[in-house]
């Protein structure tokens, strides 16, 4: 059945273009036979001026923030200009930094490492604490959302629990786990779940009834309601949970590392202060910044491929 | 043939919705639909049609009340009862060929090998000229063309009956009619037995072979039924002067506009 539908939908369009091809291409070479002097130098010209124009917006789009940075820099630059200054201009920051800029990849042992390998313990951390965090939250979410039972009994504690500031729990996880490494997996855990549970709750909630009429002619089994209709229907939900997630992870990290010590950008920046390395903290927040966005815009970027085609028709 | 008569029973329905002494919308409604016949439900928007629909589909249980299809009770919504929503609801991560293949998947997935499903996914979408579409997403279709592909999912189900709740009315009118007469020789070719709910007075006559006009509700109930007794197939320009088709549809329209007409909308 599919192959005589395919070939009667393929096979006449492919027949009559060599048919007919020759027949119609005999007489307009003949007729542009003069033009073509003149068309290749047009088109290219079209092309360049195309080319320019592309370019100029370009470059308009990209002045604003240059302009925006410049400003920022310059004030930066006098403000700290004075001798008694108390922060480094950023001429200062970044003489004193350039062995950190260049050479991000050294490793002298202990906590003499490049800033490459902070930034690496610390995302290495939130990768898993936050990897934990989808998984429960996800799955707590679908629990909430789906029973009015579960809302009742375990809203009221989240509630109260989600208020809670992330390094406030970091005394109780250092006295259950008595190591840092995972107190603060615990943290970024703790900190990141809350979002995803009631975004994903709520994404479960509003599944149209249509798609569970749908579910119920099919006599689709839990399973395969959770698998074919609920999770992609809550998706778009579930990755702005996941978005807002990964951002509070990144920032109870810095926090939690500057407590536990050993690697990771925020020990970095907690013993730069203790050295008084003033510009070395300045450059750290520059990459946390950048390390922050490009997660976002990761977890951004995923969610805009799986939900892809989720939105409502 | 004794059951072929009487392939869907519908047995003294009530329904009322909130605790008992609620609202009531259906009182004692009563149909027994031969196995092949397309009958329509039409009555004023709110009494109650898309609520008998539902019960039959098993989608909303009768307060009282019993429904046979093919001598099983309906007790809840099964693929034996396809339903056609009036809004399409195709799943919309899906393609046009997955939201079929999802059904034919589940409901033959035991009997049929994968190129059997295969193909006989792909013949329910040549039923509604769906096939060249396939791999559409239904954000990148059209409302005709979705509901299309509504019908091609309900009828890869094999359903005993297929249940159609106002199918067209989110069309505009020459896709209405163009979908109207694609469905009506569907059904020719494959005798499938139809409960159509609908509110359009042509397309009731068109399409059936009895019309059921439900009173107005609250405690709506069957005011009467109009036979059409025309030859099929049934071609639209043919019929606006044909003396059966023109008696029938005054008979429906005096029916919802004489003697039971929608108090609330005048």
Redesign the interface.
Known sequence: ??ST?KSL?HAPAAKVVPLNAPAKAAEPVEASTPAPSAAPSAAASSRLARLAAVTKRRALNALPPVLAVGALLGVWELLCAAPDATLPPPSRVVSETWELIVDPFFDRGGIDKGLFWHIYASIKRVALGYFLAAIGGIGLGVLIGSSKWATRALDPIFQVLRTIPPLAWLPLSLAAFRDGQPSAIFVIFITAIWPIIINTAVGIRNIPQ??Q??A?????NRG?YFV??ML??A?PFIFTGLRIGVGLSWLAIVAAEMLIGGTGIGFFIWDSWNSSRISDIILALLYVGIVGMLLDRAIAVLGRIV??????? | MEANDRYVQIENVHKSFGSAGGSEVLRDVSLTVRKGEFVSIIGHSGCGKSTLLNIVAGLTPATSGNVFVDNRQVVEPGPDRAVVFQNHSLLPWLSVYQNVRLAVDKIFGGMMSKDERHDWTLRNLELVSMVEARNKKPGEISGGMKQRVGIARALSMKPKILLLDEPFGALDALTRAHLQDRVMQISMELGNTVMMITHDVEEAVLLSDRIVMLTNGPAATIGSICEVPLERPRLRLELISDPTYVGCRAAVLEFLHKRHRFVDAA
């Open positions: 059945m599919s539908a939908q249509d798609y009429n749908v119920k002619v099919l006599r689709l395969e074919s209709i992609p229907a998706a939900t892809r085609g989720t939105a409502s028709t």
